[in-house]
């Protein structure tokens, strides 16, 4: 399995970035999917998931109401849409790929098996 993610980049604060990850080598629709991000100094953290189906989303708290996590199974393909960005949404934002058959605590990075390779997201306030 590979995990592609992009659409990182410098933006001011209150602007907009879509993040994408295109998954191959398996089956994309049969698995849920998240975001995390690591901030310099700081551990990985949960930011967004969706169910196989896109039925179901996830958010963490702070980013609720400004992200929206969705996906595309023709394409195999998650995206991170990112609004009002806010200097502390600064980190390496990475895709990855939920164990089949975890149950739904999506936000437990241990419960994904295939990770992406981060891309950067920098908020210039």
């Known amino acids: 399995v590979q995990l592609q993610a992009s659409g990182g980049g410098l933006v001011q604060a209150g602007g907009s970035l879509r993040l994408s990850c295109a998954a191959s080598g398996r089956t994309f629709s049969n698995y849920a999917m998240g975001w995390f991000r690591q901030a310099p100094g700081k551990e990985r953290e949960f930011v967004a998931a969706?169910?196989?189906?896109?039925?179901?989303?996830y958010y963490t708290d702070s980013v609720k109401g400004r992200f929206t996590i969705s996906r595309n199974n023709a394409k195999n393909t998650v995206y991170l849409q990112m609004n009002s960005l806010k200097s502390e949404d600064t980190a390496i934002y990475y895709c990855?790929?939920?164990?089949w058959g975890s149950g739904s605590d999506y936000s437990r990075p241990s419960l994904y098996d295939y990770w992406g390779q981060g891309t950067l997201v920098t908020v210039s306030s």
């Open positions: 969706i169910t196989w189906s896109g039925g179901w989303t």
């Open positions: 990855a790929q939920y164990k």
